[in-house]
């Protein structure tokens, strides 16, 4: 048995496992939402007809799911059917969950006879679909070694970040970063529109200096457009900054920028956009208190 399974179809996995596909690894996958994943099986994958299924004809199966509820669903954990679906598995961990989670599920997966890699990635749709994500790795070298045929074809570059939970911790870092950067685009955007400033010049100001970057290059025209197709969305930005301010109070670090942010988004999701891109933050900072 050396075959790759894929569980988790949405945004990010479609894009992430038909990179699989392309690759002729011939991936299976699964996914709670039947219809999800037509053009993946176009290009090469399998559907499978279960979750059992997958974990029965595969060694190593990715996990690119929503949130560590539905990572135990699939998983059956706290029941007798964990042990047989994790043991001589290797369990690879693309989603973004809370670094605690994460390291107790490893412990679980080990204790069942399965290996375990934590490997969340940094990027967008847009990214995941040319196979450009930035992908950040946790776990024993023995493990990496063995999948990382499988996270490059989804991936331009992977890097160590130690034993888990390092490598999500090491994510919710960097989207510490990332909601800043974001939330300082969407506030000097509305102050530009408030003050009835040509927001074409606003835009050429920006790529002239300093401040240009592929993440204002790609926020910017959904804003001018107010595009609200989601690249990254409200209900995803309200999971990982309410993961961020966690961790931050666990470890004992200040996050009072991630908290602002975590408001902003709460807001936006409370007015019904959940689904929308994050740029939906500038209608609530038009809308005020």
């Keep these: 048995m050396n075959r790759v399974g894929f569980i988790g179809l949405g945004d990010m996995g479609v894009p992430m496992v038909t990179q699989l ?7 299976l996958i699964w996914s709670r939402r039947p219809e999800s994943g037509e053009n993946v099986v176009a290009r090469g994958a399998e559907r499978a007809g279960s979750v059992d299924e ?5 060694d190593r199966v990715v996990l690119m799911l929503a949130h ?19 043991k001589n598995v290797t369990l690879i961990h693309m989603g973004t969950t809370a670094p ?24 967008s749709t847009g990214p995941a679909a040319t196979g450009q994500l930035v992908a950040m790795a946790a776990g024993s070298e023995d493990v990496l070694a063995s999948i990382d045929d499988v996270i490059r074809h989804m991936c331009r570059a992977v890097i ?17 970063y990332l909601g800043g950067l974001v939330a300082g685009l969407f506030e000097a955007f509305n102050l ?16 002239a200096g300093p401040m240009n970057c592929d993440l204002m290059r790609m926020k910017l025209p959904k804003l001018l457009e107010q595009n ?9 930005a309200c999971n990982n900054m309410q993961m961020i301010v966690n961790e931050g109070d666990r470890v004992g670090a200040s996050t009072p920028v991630s908290a602002v942010i975590l408001e902003l988004v709460l807001d936006a999701s409370a007015r019904g956009w959940d689904d929308q891109d994050m740029i939906a933050i500038t209608k609530v900072l038009e809308a005020g208190p």
Excluded: W
Aim: proline share 6%; net charge negative.
């Design 21 to 27: 596909a392309d690759a002729g690894l011939n991936p």
């Design 228 to 236: 609200y197709a989601p690249q990254g969305s409200i209900r995803q």
């Design 100 to 123: 605690g989670y994460s390291e107790a599920l490893s412990r679980d997966v080990i204790a069942a006879g399965g290996h375990y890699a934590e490997v969340p990635v940094s990027g």
């Design 54 to 58: 997958v974990f029965e004809l595969c």
């Design 68 to 86: 560590d509820r539905a990572m135990d669903e699939v998983l059956s954990r706290g029941t007798p059917d964990f042990d047989r679906k994790v």
């Design 192 to 207: 530009a529109q408030s003050a009835d400033l040509d927001l074409t010049t606003f835009a050429t100001v920006l790529e």
């Design 160 to 176: 160590p970040c130690g034993t888990v939970p390092k490598a999500l911790q090491m994510k919710l870092a960097v989207n510490t």
